[in-house]
């Protein structure tokens, strides 16, 4: 099996419901992003995907979220706050759905709010 490592960045509001009273205001994060895929098999170039096609991948995710309200976009809402556990959740199915089952699947994603705490979806591979 191969994997590789990616690591984006975006900034970003949200606002949470129901957590400590400090993160139910509206306020945001240069949030950090890592993104790992897995295979079995090589291209014919002897690589899992090209970094720059995982990457362009990737930043049209981060489209999506960068300097934005999170509570306002398509995918978060009331039953799907921007946690930092659903926004890794929201970037690994975006990306399973562009990589479109060529033998790459998307291991896990970590959605880092600071320096010191993240979040991460783990697939079931």
Request: one cysteine or more; charged letters at 25%.
């Amino acid at each position: 099996m191969f994997e590789l490592k990616i690591v984006t960045r975006f900034a970003a509001a949200h606002q949470l419901k129901m957590v400590a009273q400090k993160c139910e205001n509206l306020h945001g994060h240069n949030w950090k992003v890592e993104v790992r895929v897995a295979g079995q098999k090589l291209n014919s170039a002897g690589v899992l995907v090209d970094f720059g096609e995982l990457k362009k991948h990737v930043a049209e995710i981060m489209t999506d979220l960068d300097h934005r309200f999170l509570n306002e976009t398509d995918f978060f809402n009331d039953n799907t706050p921007p946690s930092s556990e659903n926004i890794a959740f929201f970037i690994a199915k975006s990306l399973e759905n562009r990589l479109n089952g060529d033998g790459i699947k998307v291991t896990r994603v970590s959605a880092w709010e600071s320096d010191d705490a993240c979040a991460t979806y783990i697939s079931e591979y």
